[in-house]
Each structure stands twice: as C-alpha cells, then as structure tokens.
C-alpha cells in the first residue's frame, strides 16, 4: 500500500494534466469560433490592441534593447577565444531575430498581458460580472476572450517585429560605441545575413506565443475560484502556463523551421 | 408564468436542490426566503440558465427554458445581482444602456444614452451620475444603478438577488420601496430571494420558503404570520431554536 501511494499520487497527477490540457484545447477551439461568428464587439477588440499591444511597447522596447546590447559583447568576448569577433553583427541579427525577440517578448506578454487579463476576467467571474453578462444576452466567450485572443494574435507579432529591430539597434549602439565596430559595415553585415525566413519565423511564432498568452489568461481567469484566493490562484496559473507553453512551443517552432 | 418541475441539483456530493416544486403566476411577485446556503441563488440561476439543473423542469411560460433559444429567452429577463455585479471598465450610462448598445435590443448611441438617463431618474439618480464609474459610487447607489440595468430593456421578468444585502436601514428601504414601484408599474413578473424579512413584507405577493434543497412552505404574504408551518414560524421569527437547526 505504501509503495502504491506514490503511483496513485503519480497518475492521478498526470490524468489532472491530461483533463486540464484537453479543457484547455476545448476552450481554444471554442474561442477561436466565436472570433469566425458575429457578432463581433469591435470596442473590446480596439480596447485589447491598445492594452496588448501599445502599451506593452515600453517593456518590450527596453527588454529588447538591453538584450541586444548584451548579447553582442557576449558574442564578441566569446568570439574572441577563437578570433571570431567580426561576426557581431550577423550572431545578434540571426541570434534576436531567430530566438530572442520572439521568446523574450513572449515572455513579456506572459508576464504583463496573461496575468493582467487572468485577474481582469477572474475578478469579474467573483463578482458575478460574467453571470450579468449572460443575462444581458451577450456570450462571455464572444465578449471577453475573442478580443482579446484575436487582438494578441495581431498585435504580437508586430511587437515582436519592433522588438526585433530594437534588439538589432542594441547590439549596434554596443557594437559602434563600445567595440568599434564601422557604423556602415555593421548595418550591412546585419541586412545581409537576415534572410527572409528568418524575419517570417519569428513573426509566425509572435502570433503563436500572443495566441498562447492571451488564451491563457482568459482560461485561467474564467475558471477562478471563489474570493481574493481564487483571482490570486489563477492569476498564478495563467502566467506559469503561458510561459512554460511559451517555450515548449518555441522549441517545436523552432525544430520545424530550423531543424533541416 | 413560472414553473419549476422536481428540480434537483447537487454539486459533488453536496445535494443543494432536491425537488424544487414552484409556480410564480405571471404578474405577481414571488419572494423565496430561506436560510444562507439552502439554494436560493441556485435556483434562480437555474431559472436563468447560469447553471443547469440535474433533473427536473423548468418552463416559462410553458416553454421548457433547458430548451428556448438562448438570447430570445434572455432577452425577457432582467436580474438585479446582488453585489450589483456592474461592468467596472464602463461608465454608469454604458452599464445601464449595456442591452441597448448591442445585440438584438440594440440603438443609437444618443438614444441608448436617453433611455439609460431615464431610467437611472426613474431609481432616484440623477444624470450627472451617468458618466461616473461604478467605482465611484456608494453601495446604495450601485444596488440603484443594477436596478435600472435590469428594467432598461423593459423585460417580462425581472430577479432580485438579495436587493438589500449591505445597506442600510433607510437605503434598504428605498430599493424595497423602488422595487416595489417598478414591478407594479411595468406589470413584471418578478421572483426575490432575500432573508430580508422586512423586504418581504415591502416587495411580496406570494412567499415560498426553500429549506434543504425543497419548499417548504408557500402562500400569500398575509398568511406569513398565520402559516402554523414550524420552520417558518423559526426563520421569521429569527428564533435559534426549532426544527431548522442553527448550526448548518
């Protein structure tokens, strides 16, 4: 019996994720139709892209920016070891564009966005807002979630893009101010060695990572508990989620783009 | 007409319902007393479609609710909730107006804004209260406000979920009062769940009494004192002894 109780904890544990994973792919699908079928609540979606997408530019510029700057006198003391420090520019390019910008703005997203709208949503369940909702005839899936998910996946992918090109200009300021670099040398040495594919990949996994953050959010936020422990709750689980599946599907992006 | 047909509903092992049988006649007012946690705000919602019952019927009108066409049934109903349950990212205007700005029911802005000042007059606000927040107001003020949300589509039906919870002696018996004036006035169909016994007294026609999980007793307002019925005769009374026990 005592060796058994493990196994129990274990699979009863493991049957916990698989429900939670297929509630959750239940939810998706469900919101993703309601974002197919009028009607549609235009002010909601506006609110969302100024919300997600807006006013996450400071963080995400900042972010990008310092991780740029970082990255290339990394890439320049590492290349050192081998005499490899001319590739500055080409490692930061391929090195933000490819892994860092999308994945650390996602993260980003996960952090500001997935936990402001977990609590939004879950304060607004405690609070009997979502059962005024469906009394007042308007679907809570369409009104709260189709929004905002829609809006993430439109928006993160430019922020993404700009978060990108801030994170190329990081390493640059680092590279012409700090390590000598020629101004001219390094924006062309940049532009040449981005490749089409590369700038596509990671604006595709923006949009995944933007989908992935803002479902989260709304899931966990409508399946809160009751009282200042259950908005708590899911706000906690909303961020964790969304950042774990941020990256597990980073790597599967990654594996499907890159791996040939 | 309202009717709930043998209406179970337990959640886990929790039997909260347990053959809820009650018919509130179109045009009269329905108040459903019973002590906290005996299922009250359960039943209501079950009325609403907010949560689905395990058994039992449920039928508006005759038509069966399970089966109604969800935004035409709802869109005879009005529900005051009882924290007030408004839209915090709205104005005090866009909460009142909220069916009138979208869907089936929906307006012109300007004239949405028209009926929402309306109506906020019609509960004793004036307008300037409209472009406020609901984080702005009282409590009494925000009971004000769900109240003129819920008849600002002018519905068949209208539920008060415990309208005095929270306020004051006078500002409970303003809603009373309020609730009172707007039922009779528009000819509503109304059901309240309170343990408010003078809301009773002010908002009631008839009054069911619901304990553990099934009505006990059920009459005119006027035979509430006169019922003989033991657990009634305990709960208006507010005595701790008697047949419902006071630990629950």
């Given at each position: 019996?005592?060796?058994?109780?493990?196994?129990?904890?274990?699979?009863?544990?493991?049957?916990?994720?698989?429900?939670?994973?297929?509630?959750?792919?239940?939810?998706?699908?469900?919101?993703?139709?309601?974002?197919?079928?009028?009607?549609?609540?235009?002010?909601?979606?506006?609110?969302?892209?100024?919300?997600?997408?807006?006013?996450?530019?400071?963080?995400?510029?900042?972010?990008?920016?310092?991780?740029?700057?970082?990255?290339?006198?990394?890439?320049?003391?590492?290349?050192?070891?081998?005499?490899?420090?001319a590739?500055v520019p080409?490692?930061?390019?391929?090195?933000?564009?490819?892994?860092?910008?999308?994945?650390?703005?996602?993260?980003?997203?996960?952090?500001?966005?997935?936990?402001?709208?977990?609590?939004?949503?879950?304060?607004?369940?405690?609070?009997?807002?979502?059962?005024?909702?469906?009394?007042?005839?308007?679907?809570?899936?369409?009104?709260?979630?189709?929004?905002?998910?829609?809006?993430?996946?439109?928006?993160?992918?430019?922020?993404?893009?700009?978060?990108?090109?801030?994170?190329?200009?990081?390493?640059y300021?680092?590279g012409v101010?700090?390590?000598g670099f020629n101004s001219a040398s390094y924006l062309k040495n940049t532009a040449d060695?981005?490749?089409?594919?590369?700038?596509?990949?990671?604006?595709?996994?923006?949009?995944?990572?933007?989908?992935?953050?803002?479902?989260?959010?709304?899931?966990?936020?409508?399946?809160?508990?009751?009282?200042?422990?259950?908005?708590?709750?899911?706000?906690?689980?909303?961020?964790?989620?969304?950042?774990?599946?941020?990256?597990?599907?980073?790597?599967?992006?990654?594996?499907?783009?890159?791996?040939? | 007409?309202?009717?709930?047909?043998?209406?179970?509903?337990?959640?886990?092992?929790?039997?909260?319902?347990?053959?809820?049988?009650?018919?509130?006649?179109?045009?009269?007012?329905?108040?459903?007393?019973?002590?906290?946690?005996?299922?009250?705000?359960?039943?209501?919602?079950?009325?609403?479609?907010?949560?689905?019952?395990?058994?039992?019927?449920?039928?508006?009108?005759?038509?069966?609710?399970?089966?109604?066409?969800?935004?035409?049934?709802?869109?005879?109903?009005?529900?005051?909730?009882?924290?007030?349950?408004?839209?915090?990212?709205?104005?005090?205007?866009?909460?009142?107006?909220?069916?009138?700005?979208?869907?089936?029911?929906?307006?012109?802005?300007?004239?949405?804004?028209?009926?929402?000042?309306?109506?906020?007059?019609?509960?004793?606000?004036?307008?300037?209260?409209?472009?406020?927040?609901?984080?702005?107001?009282?409590?009494?003020?925000?009971?004000?406000?769900?109240?003129?949300?819920?008849?600002?589509?002018?519905?068949?039906?209208?539920?008060?979920?415990?309208?005095?919870?929270?306020?004051?002696?006078?500002?409970?018996?303003?809603?009373?009062?309020?609730?009172?004036?707007?039922?009779?006035?528009?000819?509503?169909?109304?059901?309240?769940?309170?343990?408010?016994?003078?809301?009773?007294?002010?908002?009631?026609?008839?009054?069911?009494?619901?304990?553990?999980?099934?009505?006990?007793?059920?009459?005119?307002?006027?035979?509430?004192?006169?019922?003989?019925?033991?657990?009634?005769?305990?709960?208006?009374?507010?005595?701790?002894?008697?047949?419902?026990?006071?630990?629950?």
């Amino acid at each position: 019996m005592i060796l058994l109780s493990p196994l129990q904890h274990l699979g009863r544990a493991v049957l916990g994720l698989l429900a939670t994973i297929g509630q959750v792919a239940i939810f998706a699908f469900d919101g993703l139709s309601h974002m197919l079928r009028p009607p549609f609540y235009w002010r909601e979606f506006l609110a969302a892209l100024l919300q997600i997408g807006w006013l996450s530019l400071p963080v995400v510029g900042l972010t990008a920016f310092f991780t740029g700057g970082a990255l290339a006198l990394q890439i320049y003391a590492g290349g050192a070891r081998f005499s490899a420090e001319a590739v500055v520019p080409q490692i930061v390019a391929i090195g933000m564009v490819r892994e860092l910008g999308p994945v650390l703005v996602g993260l980003m997203i996960a952090a500001r966005v997935t936990s402001s709208i977990a609590a939004e949503i879950a304060t607004m369940k405690v609070t009997e807002q979502i059962d005024a909702l469906v009394t007042l005839s308007t679907h809570p899936m369409k009104y709260l979630t189709a929004p905002r998910v829609l809006a993430a996946l439109i928006v993160v992918p430019i922020l993404v893009g700009i978060g990108d090109i801030i994170g190329i200009f990081g390493g640059y300021v680092v590279g012409v101010q700090q390590l000598g670099f020629n101004s001219a040398s390094y924006l062309k040495n940049t532009a040449d060695f981005l490749e089409l594919s590369d700038i596509l990949s990671s604006l595709i996994k923006g949009a995944a990572f933007g989908g992935i953050a803002a479902t989260m959010g709304c899931y966990f936020g409508m399946q809160s508990g009751r009282g200042a422990q259950g908005v708590g709750q899911a706000t906690k689980a909303s961020v964790q989620a969304a950042a774990v599946l941020i990256l597990a599907a980073n790597f599967i992006l990654t594996s499907v783009f890159f791996s040939s | 007409m309202i009717t709930l047909e043998n209406v179970h509903k337990s959640f886990g092992p929790k039997q909260v319902l347990r053959g809820v049988d009650l018919t509130i006649p179109k045009g009269e007012s329905m108040v459903i007393i019973g002590g906290s946690g005996t299922g009250k705000s359960v039943a209501l919602k079950c009325v609403l479609g907010l949560i689905t019952p395990d058994q039992g019927r449920i039928l508006v009108d005759g038509q069966d609710a399970a089966r109604a066409e969800r935004d035409a049934f709802l869109a005879r109903f009005g529900m005051l909730f009882q924290g007030g349950a408004l839209f915090d990212s709205l104005s005090v205007w866009q909460n009142v107006a909220f069916r009138l700005l979208r869907g089936s029911l929906k307006r012109p802005k300007a004239e949405a804004r028209e009926i929402a000042i309306e109506k906020l007059r019609r509960v004793g606000l004036t307008p300037d209260v409209a472009d406020l927040f609901p984080s702005e107001l009282s409590g009494g003020m925000q009971k004000r406000v769900g109240l003129a949300r819920a008849i600002a589509a002018e519905p068949e039906i209208i539920f008060f979920d415990e309208p005095t919870t929270g306020l004051d002696p006078i500002m409970s018996g303003v809603i009373n009062d309020l609730i009172r004036e707007i039922v009779v006035e528009m000819g509503a169909t109304a059901m309240t769940i309170t343990h408010d016994m003078t809301s009773v007294r002010a908002i009631a026609d008839k009054v069911a009494m619901l304990h553990d999980g099934v009505i006990k007793w059920t009459g005119p307002v006027a035979q509430l004192d006169s019922s003989g019925d033991p657990h009634l005769d305990q709960f208006i009374h507010g005595r701790a002894e008697g047949p419902i026990a006071a630990v629950r």
